[in-house]
């Protein structure tokens, strides 16, 4: 008789691990529907590879101006340009100077164009971690929706969101200065589920 009821709980177990077992893969595969989802709804644009990467010398004289935000000069020793804010989606993060592989994993950074807030195309990339600073969150972003970007020099000004689309990793269209005199902010990050690279722009108002 016992053993026959240690058998019956043992058969028991078994069958409780194969209900956390299956909802476990029902959560992920939820999980996974969602964000290929999101991504489906992302429009796909075709390659430009016809823009030259050439260093571009910024020679516009900005006035200084009575600054009441002040960002700091660095972050965790890296050099800081800019202050990056996206209240739609909870972000707040410091634009490093430079793009580096070992600064990308500590928060966003410059990867193209002009100083912060000039006229210009200012290129920011980051990676699509879970956790903070990161861009996870960027394919949440919807038209319309505001961004505020800081510096020490112009102070803090608006962007309001254009277009979001999808990129081949070779596409570099997105970073194109030529913005007829316009002040553009481009953030770039990794997808999660294809090779593709999510580009969001946004123009000053």
């Known amino acids: 008789m016992g053993k026959r009821i240690l058998k019956d709980k043992i058969e028991q ?5 194969r209900v956390v077992i299956l909802l476990l893969i029902l959560v992920i595969s939820s999980y996974m529907f969602f964000g290929i989802y999101k991504e489906s709804k992302i429009k796909l644009k075709e390659n430009d590879n016809n823009i030259a990467l050439e260093k571009i010398t910024y020679e516009e004289e900005i006035e200084p101006k009575e600054i009441i935000v002040q960002i700091p000069d660095t972050y965790l020793d890296y050099e800081v340009t800019a202050k990056l804010e996206i209240p739609k989606i ?13 600064g990308l ?18 290129c920011i990339a980051g990676h699509n971690y879970d956790k903070e600073r ?21 102070g803090e000004q608006t962007y309001a969101i254009y277009d979001i689309y999808k990129v081949k990793p070779n596409n570099v269209a997105p970073l194109s200065q030529e913005t007829n005199g316009n002040k553009i902010i481009t953030l770039i990050t990794c997808v999660n589920y294809s ?8 123009k000053e108002i």
């Open 105 to 122: 994993d500590v928060c966003a950074s410059k990867y193209w164009g002009p100083e912060p807030n000039c006229v210009g195309n200012f």
């Open 134 to 154: 990161m861009f996870n969150h960027l394919i949440d972003l919807q038209i319309g929706d505001e961004i505020f970007l800081t510096d020490n020099v112009n």
């Open 90 to 102: 909870n972000l707040e993060t410091y634009v490093l100077k430079e793009y580096k592989t070992e």
């Open 13 to 17: 177990n078994r069958r409780r691990i």
């Open 195 to 202: 090779r593709n690279r999510l580009i969001v722009q946004a």
